[in-house]
């Protein structure tokens, strides 16, 4: 099974679970959550959803994705000037690298954060629940149109 129907059944089963409507808009906002990579903002998916069911708000599709982030199924990315970003793929908290200039966001493996979080652990005392953990940067495709 791929990674987005994979992801696609678990949010249909959470909903279900809960014995939430499945109306063919929210089918249409968990098929593009559960397979965008790019770390949509709520405007993005609310563009996507514009072409199969052009009379949605931007304010069902919030609300929409605030339901499906209470269930646990979607990442909130927050950022300071409100343009958070949801990622569907990974519900659960990963590193992530974003561009200041274009604001793409990615998914970095990062092999070191095992021994990060044992060490924040030992040095503080703390049991690591969740984390954040955000690096930001230029991207390729814009460090190449600066030069
Ligand atoms: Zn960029
Ligand atoms: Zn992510």
Excluded: W
């Amino acid at each position: 099974m791929s990674n987005f129907e994979d992801r696609y059944k678990t949010i249909l089963s959470k909903f279900r679970e809960k014995n939430y409507k499945l109306t063919p808009q929210r089918l249409a906002i968990i098929k593009i959550l559960s397979k965008s990579e790019d770390h949509p903002s709520v405007e993005d998916i609310y563009n996507q959803i514009q072409r199969y069911f052009p009379g949605v708000s931007q304010a069902t599709v919030y609300r929409n994705i605030m339901l499906i982030k209470s269930l646990g199924e979607v990442l909130e990315l927050g950022f300071a000037d409100g343009s958070n970003r949801y990622d569907g793929r990974k519900p659960y908290p990963h590193p992530h690298i974003v561009c200041i200039k274009c604001k793409k966001v990615l998914d970095p493996d990062l092999a070191s954060l095992k021994d990060m979080t044992k060490e924040i652990a030992e040095e503080s005392g703390f049991e690591v629940i969740t984390y954040r953990l955000d690096f930001f940067g230029i991207c390729p495709k814009c460090r190449a149109k600066m030069k």
